[in-house]
T-cell receptor, first 110, second 115 residues
Framework: GESVGLHLPTLSVQEGDNSIINCAYSNSASDYFIWYKQESGKGPQFIID?????DKRQGQRVTVLLNKTVKHLSLQIAATQPGDSAVYFC?????????FGKGNQVVVIP | ETGVTQSPTHLIKTRGQQVTLRCSSQSGHNTVSWYQQALGQGPQFIFQ???????GRGNFPPRFSGLQFPNYSSELNVNALELDDSALYLCASSASSGQTYNEQFFGPGTRLTVL
């Protein structure tokens, strides 16, 4: 399929290591922040979200951290697997519409 | 798989033509949002439909229009196609519950190429 990650910042990570992907957002009024994963030829897939009144939320192998002071969001993936190779987007929600960041490509090295 | 389907998968048009893209929402979802994703970029919000009416619009010209049908499926129409309209067009459905945030489930997209 076509490459979603053309000219994107790329993180290369060894299989089994932890990955950290960062994102800066712009709108202080956003009420939710969401991380999506997009594999080549597919639509974005929901990973995890966090409400603006929280600073940390954990899911299965993933943790999202929110720092409202500096408008920064991060996604931590534990024990990265080959299936985690994809482009990751952060998105901020305002009135049920999403504003996406540019994306980060993660390449898992077996 | 999210249960959101889009057709066609790929489409090639020439400048000045018109195109219609279709989306079937996930069962139980009454809200459909459309996004344009240029190569190497994040998706950009075009507009949202709720109960067959436009419910918010992004920074896109009027030649981008849409419809939502009673079964909550939706169409995106683009008139007078331009080369820059070449992109992946994504549809996302959600279940509106009166909240300002509802998880959006994306379809696989339609890849439009304008020559």
């Amino acid at each position: 399929g076509e490459s979603v990650g053309l000219h994107l910042p790329t993180l290369s990570v060894q299989e089994g290591d932890n990955s950290i992907i960062n994102c800066a957002y712009s709108n202080s009024a956003s009420d939710y922040f969401i991380w999506y994963k997009q594999e080549s030829g597919k639509g974005p897939q929901f990973i995890i979200d966090i409400r603006s009144n929280m600073d940390k939320r954990q899911g299965q192998r993933v943790t999202v951290l929110l720092n409202k002071t500096v408008k920064h969001l991060s996604l931590q993936i534990a024990a990265t697997q080959p299936g985690d190779s994809a482009v990751y987007f952060c998105a901020e929600n305002g009135n049920n519409r999403l504003a996406f960041g540019k994306g980060n490509q993660v390449v898992v090295i077996p | 798989e999210t249960g959101v389907t889009q057709s066609p998968t790929h489409l090639i048009k020439t400048r000045g033509q018109q195109v219609t893209l279709r989306c079937s929402s996930q069962s139980g979802h009454n809200t459909v949002s459309w996004y344009q994703q240029a190569l190497g970029q994040g998706p950009q919000f075009i507009f949202q439909y709720y109960r067959e009416e436009e419910n918010g619009r992004g920074n896109f010209p009027p030649r981008f229009s849409g419809l939502q049908f009673p079964n909550y499926s939706s169409e995106l129409n683009v008139n007078a196609l331009e080369l820059d309209d070449s992109a992946l067009y994504l549809c996302a459905s959600s279940a509106s519950s009166g909240q300002t945030y509802n998880e959006q489930f994306f379809g696989p997209g339609t890849r439009l190429t304008v020559l």
